[in-house]
């Protein structure tokens, strides 16, 4: 639940998710990503962040991993991606 956010907090997290979803391509542009890309900048708030840089940062993260092309080996199978 969102309430647990002040409204600043909530602001920025606000506009960090219009920043990033403006940056969408128009073939990613869906509810499921946006709610992916908000997922991601409601973690980064339940972990302590409260900047607007924060929140971009999250969101943009969330964007890269949506905007990653599926990696193929040579048997045309879709590789698992690797862990960090």
């Given at each position: 639940?969102?309430?647990?956010?002040?409204?600043?907090?909530?602001?920025?997290?606000?506009?960090?998710?219009?920043?990033?979803?403006?940056?969408?391509?128009?073939?990613?542009?869906?509810?499921?990503?946006?709610?992916?890309?908000?997922?991601g900048i409601v973690a980064?708030?339940?972990?302590?962040?409260?900047?607007?840089?924060?929140?971009?940062?999250?969101?943009?993260?969330?964007?890269?991993?949506?905007?990653?092309?599926?990696?193929?080996?040579?048997?045309?199978?879709?590789?698992?991606?690797?862990?960090?």
């Open positions: 639940m969102l309430i647990e956010f002040d409204q600043t907090t909530m602001a920025n997290m606000t506009a960090a998710l219009e920043h990033v979803c403006n940056q969408l391509p128009a073939d990613k542009d869906s509810h499921e990503t946006r709610k992916q890309i908000a997922d980064c708030a339940k972990n302590g962040c409260r900047t607007l840089e924060d929140f971009r940062t999250a969101g943009l993260e969330v964007l890269a991993e949506i905007n990653h092309s599926p990696r193929f080996n040579w048997f045309g199978l879709r590789r698992q991606p690797r862990a960090e």
